[in-house]
């Protein structure tokens, strides 16, 4: 029997804007079949976005084996792309983030399974 992998995980944080927060959690609240399929499509399982204080936290585990391929994938598929024009006008980037990046991505610290 092969050994069981483990996914990578993957945490970021961005700002949402403050008058545009009610906007952002109605749209997750009744997201696009189209984008769940997408994220399930780029092997993408477990995704979570906390809000906290004018800050979002996505949480997600990744299980396969070309994630750049993966993103690239999603970043074509055209219902996303629809998707990103309603939910990206809500975040803000964080200053401090990396060149290229929407979502700052976070250092993991602790994982206990």
């Given at each position: ?37 997408t994220i399930a ?56 983030r990396k060149e ?14």
């Amino acid at each position: 029997m092969p050994p069981q992998r483990s996914p990578q995980r993957y945490g970021s944080v961005i700002k949402v804007k403050p008058e545009k927060l009610a906007e952002y959690k109605a749209l997750h609240a009744d997201p696009w079949p189209q984008v769940l399929a997408t994220i399930a499509a780029c092997n993408i399982r477990n995704y979570v976005i906390y809000y906290h204080d004018g800050y979002l936290f996505s949480h997600y585990e990744y299980w396969g084996d070309d994630f750049a391929a993966d993103m690239q994938k999603m970043a074509a598929d055209p219902v996303t792309q629809e998707w990103w024009t309603h939910t990206n006008p809500c975040q803000e980037p964080v200053p401090n983030r990396k060149e290229g990046e929407w979502w700052a991505r976070m250092e993991e610290v602790f994982f206990a399974p």
